[in-house]
C-alpha cells in the first residue's frame, strides 16, 4: 500500500476551538507509516502550534483547501465545509460528527462528496457497545461537558458548594441535582462531589441507580422506568410525564443548582424541568440545561444564553467540550488514532463497512454510495 495522507483540517465552526487531532496521536500516525498534513494554524485553539505538529512530524498545509487537496483520509470534529466538497481526491475517506451540525444540509453534503467518490463515516454513530468504548467521542466529550457544566452551575450560583465550618459560623453545602445519569450527568455527579456538594440524581433508566450511587448521588428513585432500545431511556408517555412531574416537582424546589443532561436518542431533548417547576424554584437557584441546543430539559432555556425568570438563572452552554479545548481535542484525537487503526485492521483499503460492526454502524456513504438512512436528528 502507498502510504496514504491524514488531512487534519481546521476547525471553522463558530466558537469551535477544538481540533481533530493533536500532536501526539500524529506522531503514532507517522511512525505507523501514514503521513500527516495539517491545515496552518488548525491547533491554535487548542494550543497546540504549527510547530508542535511539525515536530511530531506533519506537514503544514496553507489552508484547508490546500489539506483537503493533499489527504486521502479526512479526520475533523464537524463536517467540511460544503466547497471544499468539490477539492476532495477521488475515494477519500471523511470521519467526522454528522449530528453536531445542525445547519447541515445533508442530503446535499452527500451528494457532493458521492460524486468524488468519497465515503463518509459518522463518529457519532458508533454503537454504545463496550468493544466501540475506545472509539467512542460522544463519550469522550460528554464527560468534558460534564465536568464543565458543573464549573458553570458553581460559578453562576451565589452558593458555595462545600460544607464550610468557619469562626463567623456553618454554611451548609450547596444541593446539586443531576437530572440524566449517563455519561455526562455521571462526571457532573463526581465533579459536583469533589466540589463538596451535596449531590443528588434523578434517572429514568433502571441502571441508572447504581451507575449515580457509585460516583456519590443520592438517587431519587423515579416512578417511571422507561427503557428504549441499546441502553438508551425511551420517550415517556403523557401519562408517565405526568406522574415524573409530581415526583420532581418538590425536589427541583430545594436545590440550588440543577444540571440537566437528559436525552432521547433520534428525538428532541424530553422537557423535565417545567415552568410552574422553575417558579417554585428559591431565587438565586440556577440551572445548567446541557440540552438546550438539542430542544432544552428545561423551560425557559435558550442555546446560547442566560436567562433569569424569577430570580432562577438559567444557562444554556452550548460546545461545552470547546471551552475546555485541550482535554476535549486530546480525547478526540485518541478516539480518531482507535477509529483509524480499527480501519486498517478490518480493511487495507480503509473502508468496508461490512467487515466490522463499529464500521458498518457509522458509515453513511461508502465510495460515492449512500449505505442506508442516516440520522440528522
Ligand atoms: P444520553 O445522552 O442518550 O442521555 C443522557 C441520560 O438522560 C441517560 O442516562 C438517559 O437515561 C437520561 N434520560 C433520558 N430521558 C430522561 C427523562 N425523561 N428523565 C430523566 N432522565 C432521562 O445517554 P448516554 O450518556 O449516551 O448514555 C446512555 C446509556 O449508554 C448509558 O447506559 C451509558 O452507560 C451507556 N453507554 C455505553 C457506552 C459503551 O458501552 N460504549 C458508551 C456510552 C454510553
Known amino acids: 500500500m502507498t502510504s496514504r495522507i491524514v488531512g487534519v483540517p481546521k476547525e471553522t465552526a463558530p466558537h469551535e476551538r477544538r481540533v481533530a487531532l493533536v500532536p501526539d496521536e500524529v506522531q503514532r500516525l507517522v511512525k505507523n507509516g501514514l503521513q500527516v498534513v495539517v491545515a496552518a494554524g488548525a491547533g491554535n485553539g487548542a494550543y497546540f502550534s504549527d510547530a508542535d505538529y511539525e515536530a511530531a512530524g506533519a506537514r503544514i498545509a496553507p489552508s484547508n483547501e490546500a ?3 493533499a489527504a486521502d483520509i479526512l479526520p475533523a470534529v464537524h463536517p467540511l465545509e460544503m466547497p471544499l466538497l468539490d477539492r476532495l481526491n477521488e475515494g477519500a475517506v471523511l470521519l467526522h460528527m454528522w449530528r453536531s451540525e445542525q445547519t447541515l444540509d445533508a442530503d446535499a ?12 463515516y459518522a463518529l457519532d454513530h458508533i454503537p454504545r457497545t463496550t468493544r466501540a468504548q475506545f472509539l467512542d467521542v460522544l463519550s469522550s466529550q460528554a464527560t468534558v461537558a460534564g465536568y464543565k457544566a458543573v464549573l458553570v452551575g458553581a460559578e453562576q450560583s451565589p452558593h458555595l458548594f462545600p ?3 468557619t469562626a463567623a459560623g456553618t454554611i451548609r453545602p450547596a444541593r446539586v441535582l443531576v437530572i440524566g445519569a449517563g455519561v455526562a450527568g455521571l462526571q457532573a455527579i463526581a465533579t459536583a462531589r469533589r466540589l463538596g456538594a451535596q449531590v443528588f440524581a434523578y434517572d429514568i433508566r433502571r441502571a441508572a441507580q447504581a451507575d449515580a450511587e457509585s460516583v456519590g448521588a443520592r438517587f431519587l428513585a423515579s416512578p417511571v422506568i422507561a427503557e428504549g432500545e441499546g441502553g438508551y431511556a425511551r420517550a415517556l408517555t403523557d ?5 415524573v412531574h409530581q415526583f420532581l416537582k418538590g425536589h427541583v424546589a430545594q436545590m440550588d443548582v440543577i444540571i440537566t443532561t437528559a436525552q432521547v436518542p433520534g428525538r428532541p431533548a424530553p422537557r423535565i424541568v417545567t415552568e410552574d417547576m422553575i417558579e417554585a424554584m ?7 440545561d446541557m440540552a438546550a441546543d438539542s430542544g432544552g430539559n428545561c423551560a425557559f432555556s ?9 430570580g432562577v438563572i438559567i444557562v444554556g452552554p452550548v460546545n461545552l467540550p470547546s471551552s475546555a479545548p485541550i482535554a476535549a481535542s486530546r480525547l478526540f484525537s485518541k478516539n480518531i488514532f482507535n477509529f483509524l487503526d480499527l480501519m486498517k485492521a478490518a480493511d487495507e483499503a480503509l473502508a468496508a463497512p461490512a467487515d466490522d460492526e463499529i464500521l458498518e454502524a457509522t458509515c453513511i456513504l461508502y465510495r460515492g454510495k449512500p449505505v442506508k438512512e442516516y440520522s440528522h436528528a
Open 239 to 243: 401519562d408517565e410525564k405526568q406522574q
Open 163 to 165: 460544607m464550610l465550618t
Open 302 to 310: 435558550e442555546p446560547g444564553r442566560t436567562v433569569v425568570h424569577g
Open 282 to 288: 428559591k431565587p438565586g437557584s440556577v440551572i445548567v
Open 67 to 69: 489539506v483537503v487537496e
Open 109 to 120: 453534503y452527500l451528494e457532493r462528496a458521492a460524486r468524488r467518490q468519497a465515503s463518509v
